[in-house]
């Protein structure tokens, strides 16, 4: 199993919309999880930190469930400029943060 | 402002030639990291150093070098060695080595191989 697994996406949604990304990890034992944002041939940006009891940030909130080992990232009245690669980043081996591949979200007209 | 900063943005090397990345933040963090992405790829770990004057091997060390001889500065050296190093470098600072804080990113420097 790896140790951060996505759904590369793309996931192509209308403005408005409503969208969620889940992002399983397999170290039981991490304790600290984020959310990035990518864009095209940019550097990752930190969009959120995961807490235990979820956070939210204006349009988006971010959940941990940890019996099933996940994050989700939820994305409400998506704009054009949410259109990006959304990495997960949860605390792996060596409490080193290690990235997801990302999922690529496409907001359009 | 604080933050990170790499240079050069876009570096064009020959076959055979080392070539240095430099990486600098003033964010008085402890703990640097360099990363390679490939396209429609993840970040791979290269190196890391958690304290000055030293330094790990991350996933994929092979024809890479690092220093960290001071805390705000952590050159990567590309060698002859790799022999794909076409990609984009990605450095990072944590305010810690535990993963506790999340990572601030520098804007990156693209490498080509010509």
């Known amino acids: 199993r790896k140790e951060v697994e996505q759904d590369p996406g793309p996931f192509n949604v209308p403005e408005g919309a409503t969208v969620a990304f889940n992002c399983t990890y397999s170290?039981?034992?991490?304790?600290?999880f984020f959310w990035y944002r990518q864009d095209c041939r940019k550097e990752p940006k930190l969009l959120m930190s995961v807490y235990s009891s979820g956070n939210e940030d204006g349009r988006f909130t971010a959940q941990l469930n940890r019996a099933s080992q996940y994050i989700s990232l939820l994305i409400r009245d998506s704009k054009l400029s949410d259109s990006a690669t959304y990495l997960c980043?949860?605390?792996?081996?060596?409490?080193?943060?290690?990235f997801g591949t990302g999922t690529q979200l496409k907001v359009e007209l | 402002d604080g933050g990170i900063t790499q240079s050069p943005k876009y570096l064009f090397r020959k076959e055979g030639q080392n070539v240095t990345l430099s990486c600098e933040q003033n964010l008085n963090h402890d703990a640097m990291y360099w990363y390679r992405q490939d396209p429609g790829q993840g970040l791979r770990l290269i190196y890391y150093s958690q304290i000055v004057n030293d330094f790990q091997k991350g996933d994929i060390a092979e024809g890479y070098s690092v220093s960290r001889e001071k805390k705000e500065s952590f050159p990567l050296t590309v060698t002859s060695a790799q022999k794909n190093p076409t990609a984009f470098y990605l450095c990072?600072?944590?305010?810690?080595?535990?993963?506790?804080?999340?990572?601030?990113f520098g804007s990156g420097t693209r490498l080509t191989v010509v």
């Open positions: 980043a949860p605390q792996g081996g060596g409490n080193k943060l290690t």
């Open positions: 990072a600072s944590s305010m810690d080595g535990l993963g506790n804080y999340g990572y601030t």
């Open positions: 170290n039981s034992a991490s304790q600290s």
